[in-house]
């Protein structure tokens, strides 16, 4: 099985979650996906995870106090890792809180939803303890989804959008 990953430490600050959702897009055609629905999908996942890990470390850091923010401890870490036919969204967070699904949301809440939305668009969602590389705080948060049916095309991720001229 050919693996391909690709990964990105982030300021845990909202601006992230963009740069996020950047990054992720051009990765993925990087790799060759121009699959819009799939991108739409992914783009969301990450949205949902990367804000959750924000909003997990919101009060933790002075927003101003760069040095603190900028260590290896505090950035949080999106990881994209293609395998043949899965691609895997992972966050880690150094917030010692684990999430919750479908536990204490009350019919009435306004909150709580958002890794529903992500299960229901991935084939699974959980979390994990950090692997190597990682700090050993804190936890992965992930989402695996179906790449879409058609692989990307063999001349790249430029497609055919141009014609070669011999
Ligand atoms: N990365 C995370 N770190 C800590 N807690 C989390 C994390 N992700 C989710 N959670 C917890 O799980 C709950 C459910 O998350 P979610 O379904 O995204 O709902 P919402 O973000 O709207 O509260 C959150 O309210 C939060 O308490
Ligand atoms: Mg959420």
């Not at 895997?88 to 967070?93: C, F, I, P, R, S």
């Not at 529903?116 to 700090?135: C, K, M, N, T």
């Amino acid at each position: 099985m050919a693996f391909q990953s690709e990964s990105l430490a982030l300021v845990p600050l909202p601006g992230a979650v963009r740069v996020g959702r950047q990054y992720t897009l051009a990765t993925l055609r990087g790799w060759g996906y121009r699959d819009e629905r799939f991108e739409s999908d992914v783009e969301l996942v990450v949205s949902e995870l990367l804000t959750n890990s924000i909003q997990a470390l919101e009060g933790t850091y002075e927003p101003h106090h760069t040095t603190t923010l900028l260590s290896k401890q505090s950035l949080i870490r999106i990881t994209l890792i293609k395998t043949d036919e899965t691609l895997h969204v992972e966050v880690w967070d150094p917030a010692p809180r684990m999430p919750r699904i479908r536990d204490r949301v009350s019919a009435d809440s306004i909150t709580g939803r958002g890794l529903e939305i992500v299960d229901a668009l991935a084939e699974s969602v959980g979390w994990r303890a950090p692997y190597d590389g990682l700090p050993p705080e804190g936890k992965v948060v992930f989402a695996i989804l179906a790449l879409p049916d058609k692989p990307p095309c063999e001349s790249g991720p430029q497609g055919d959008r141009f014609t070669r001229v011999p």
